[in-house]
């Protein structure tokens, strides 16, 4: 949001201050969305407003969900908004920097939810059912490829290297976003399918461990483990252009079921309760 600050910085709910005369220009809040802030704030940057983003811990105090089971609801919501906004957005008129802004979190979310389970789905398929999604020259994959991931993370290793998110920082990021894959792969259906889904209000307070949520993460793990396994067995007797589409495609059942058991550690961990007065008495210091 600290990149958007000045042009397209959109509400998130909490901590979110109006020009009254600016929402009464544009109707109010858009409650025909499931994400109504963000739907309001496309209006709003529609009439060439802009928006501040003030990073201070002192504006407001949002509590996140308590538990893995909260925050798929959360951003399976939050992706349902998003994905209903497409058509607004070409509809809107928008400055050509604010609706790139908008199209990332489209991107985003389609990233995180029916991509993703693309990428889980890619190397079982070709592994444990030797059948690929797309036939391509391993050699070109893997000198295209291969590169731009290696540099891509040194780059962002090197930007992040004097803050306190470290590795385990980025693991743990990764962790989460996993846990709500096949959430946001059910909204993008819902979404398609022109259904319609009640707002609910993020749980809050206790949490609690989420079984039900790791259910599909358990399922494609084992295919993953099952897949690493047919991988390594078919490998010797393989030619040499299909051993180089092997080891690509184990590349990526390693990769996938590492974040995904990952997750399901995370999703299965004993919640803690919040200590909202501890950060509280905290930021005022």
């Known amino acids: 949001m600290r990149g958007r600050s000045g042009s397209s910085a959109f509400s998130l709910g909490s901590g979110t201050v109006f020009r009254a005369s600016v929402l009464m220009e544009v109707g109010g809040m858009d409650e025909s969305?499931?994400?109504?802030?963000?739907?309001?704030?496309?209006?709003?940057?529609?009439?060439?407003?802009?928006?501040?983003?003030?990073?201070?811990?002192?504006?407001?105090?949002?509590?996140?969900?308590?538990?893995?089971?909260?925050?798929?609801?959360?951003?399976?919501?939050?992706s349902f908004g998003y994905f209903q906004l497409t058509l607004n957005l070409l509809k809107m008129n928008l400055d050509i920097q604010v609706f790139f802004d908008y199209a990332a979190g489209f991107y985003y979310w389609l990233k995180e939810g029916i991509l993703t389970l693309f990428e889980i789905t890619a190397p079982i398929f070709f592994l444990l059912l030797r059948r690929p999604y797309i036939k391509l020259d391993p050699f070109l994959y893997a000198t295209v490829y291969f590169p731009y991931l290696f540099f891509s993370t040194a780059i962002f290793t090197y930007s992040i290297r004097r803050k306190t998110y470290g590795l385990r920082g980025f693991l743990l990021h990764q962790f989460v976003e996993y846990i709500a894959f096949f959430g946001l792969t059910v909204s993008f259906f819902s979404w398609?399918?022109?259904?319609?889904?009640?707002?609910?209000?993020?749980?809050?307070?206790?949490?609690?461990?989420?079984?039900?949520?790791?259910?599909?993460?358990?399922?494609?793990?084992?295919?993953?483990?099952?897949?690493?396994?047919?991988?390594?067995?078919?490998?010797?007797?393989?030619?040499?252009?299909?051993?180089?589409?092997?080891?690509?495609?184990?590349?990526?059942?390693?990769?996938?079921?590492?974040?995904?058991?990952?997750?399901?550690?995370?999703?299965?961990?004993?919640?803690?309760?919040?200590?909202?007065?501890?950060?509280?008495?905290?930021?005022?210091?």
């Open 192 to 285: 398609l399918a022109r259904r319609k889904r009640p707002f609910k209000v993020t749980p809050k307070g206790r949490g609690r461990r989420a079984f039900s949520v790791v259910v599909p993460h358990v399922f494609f793990d084992i295919l993953l483990l099952l897949s690493i396994f047919a991988g390594v067995a078919w490998y010797p007797s393989a030619p040499m252009i299909l051993q180089a589409a092997i080891l690509v495609n184990l590349f990526w059942a390693v990769w996938h079921y590492f974040f995904l058991t990952g997750s399901i550690i995370v999703a299965l961990s004993v919640p803690r309760e919040r200590e909202e007065a501890r950060y509280v008495e905290k930021i005022k210091k």
């Open 33 to 78: 969305s499931i994400t109504e802030d963000a739907a309001t704030s496309v209006k709003i940057h529609s009439m060439k407003y802009l928006s501040p983003y003030l990073d201070e811990e002192l504006i407001w105090y949002g509590e996140p969900p308590p538990d893995a089971s909260a925050y798929v609801q959360q951003q399976s919501r939050w």
